[in-house]
């Protein structure tokens, strides 16, 4: 039989400082339950979930790109992000969304930059009027590379406004609106008691309309009531659904006033920058994937709501007279110059936009063909 190891002595222990060392580590590891030779193990964070509203009834077309947008989010975060999206009126009211979302009430909202007129008459530059004859994927091409990102987000700023904005979706031309009589010369419209929003009130008074700038799920009822006389909303899906055609059976195609408007996403700056890199990246290639398929999507949808309701709901669509759209671009010019004598942010919005534009609407209108001259080819009556 060998021989036992023989115990250290307290002598021996209290003269080895390394010796100390040692038997005190071991001591602390027992007693936190660690295991040596074994990493900590960390809890990692639950999964993030926000609370969207946007600014539209649940069954707008509308709505419905907003739940593509947070789709798309919650399929490529797989479970680290979720995004739910309630409708208008969920939690606050339409045009009360930027203030909530800033607030916190809210984590994040849909919308368009136009219903927020009201704090600074410049964001509404995003969405109402010619925009120099740029279409609405070329005022997204300025806001994200020809200086307009920076402009929003300056004006946010100095309203305080802790938000965190994505434009995208270029929507197509807007219709002049709805009405009980064809539009056939600028006379027709004063007096009108009309509903539209954003700088587009500015140019519906100045043609002598009075404005009512109500969101889109009361547009319909006020017309029914004789609340109002005729209104705009934006496109042949979302007038369909909203129910135009039951209280209207006249609708004026084109138009300035809302030419090249386009959606907003919102979060709440707070939030949104407790967000890792990667869930960052995967909202900002999100908005890029809604944006494309929300123009394929609208040009299947509108085309066959524009049909329906010509053909089986009665609707009678008219071309609005060339001297109607002359006239909202004469209005235009007093716009920009009276909004840019009192608010310099305008002006320098403004500015911006007709800098890009000089360059980028020439070039389109040189380069792109006359897709009319095509379709009339293959399709217009003999």
């Known amino acids: 039989m060998s021989a036992k190891t023989p115990k250290p002595t307290r002598a021996a222990t209290e003269g080895n400082p390394s010796r100390r060392k040692f ?15 074994f990493p900590m193990i960390v809890k990692a964070e639950g999964p993030i979930k926000l609370r969207f509203q946007s600014t539209w009834p649940a069954k707008d077309i509308f709505h419905e790109y907003a739940l593509d947008f947070a789709q798309r989010v919650n399929n490529m975060a797989a479970g680290k992000l979720t995004i739910e999206v309630l409708p208008a009126g969920s939690v606050v009211k339409a045009f009360d969304l930027l203030d909530a979302v800033s607030k916190g009430t809210l984590d994040g909202g849909h919308g368009v930059v136009a219903y927020w007129y009201g704090k600074n008459s410049a964001v509404a530059l995003w969405g109402s ?50 009405y009980k009589q064809p539009i056939t010369k600028v006379e027709d419209l004063n007096g009108l008691k009309f509903r539209t ?16 700038p109500l969101p889109g799920g009361e547009i319909v009822p006020a017309l029914d009531r004789g609340l109002i006389d005729a209104a705009e909303f934006n496109n042949a899906s979302s007038d369909r659904l909203l129910g135009f055609p039951d209280v209207a059976k006249i609708c004026m195609l084109q138009s300035f006033h809302q030419c090249s408007e386009q959606f907003e996403i919102i979060f709440n700056k707070t939030k949104y920058t407790t967000l890792s890199p990667e869930l960052k990246a995967i909202i900002a290639y999100a908005v890029e994937s ?47 110059a009276a909004k840019s004598a009192e608010n ?7 500015d911006s936009m007709r800098v890009f534009a000089a360059r980028a609407a020439r ?3 040189d380069t792109s063909v006359d897709y009319k001259m095509a379709y009339n080819h293959f399709f217009a009556k003999a």
């Not at 929300?294 to 669509?317: C, H, N, P, T």
């Not at 310099?344 to 403004?350: D, I, S, T």
Request: charged share 15%.
């Open 197 to 212: 929003v954003g700088l587009a009130v500015d140019i519906f008074k100045d043609m002598g309309v009075a404005v009512n």
């Open 23 to 37: 038997l005190g580590a071991a001591a602390a590891a027992t007693a936190t339950g660690a295991t040596l030779g």
């Open 129 to 178: 009027g010619p925009a120099f004859g740029m279409d609405p994927n070329m005022v997204l091409a300025w806001h994200y590379y020809g200086g307009g990102k920076q402009l929003l987000e300056e004006i946010y700023g100095n309203l305080n406004l802790d938000v965190v904005s994505f434009l995208y979706g270029p929507m197509p031309t807007q219709p002049l609106g709805w």
């Open 363 to 365: 070039w389109q209108n």
């Open 290 to 336: 809604a944006s494309a398929n929300m123009s394929w999507k609208a040009i299947d949808r509108y085309s066959k709501d524009y049909l329906g309701m010509s053909q089986e709901q009665g609707v009678k669509f008219y071309k609005t007279p060339d001297a109607v759209l002359k006239k909202q671009l004469e209005v235009w010019d007093r716009v920009l």
């Open 344 to 350: 310099p942010a305008f002006k320098k919005v403004v």
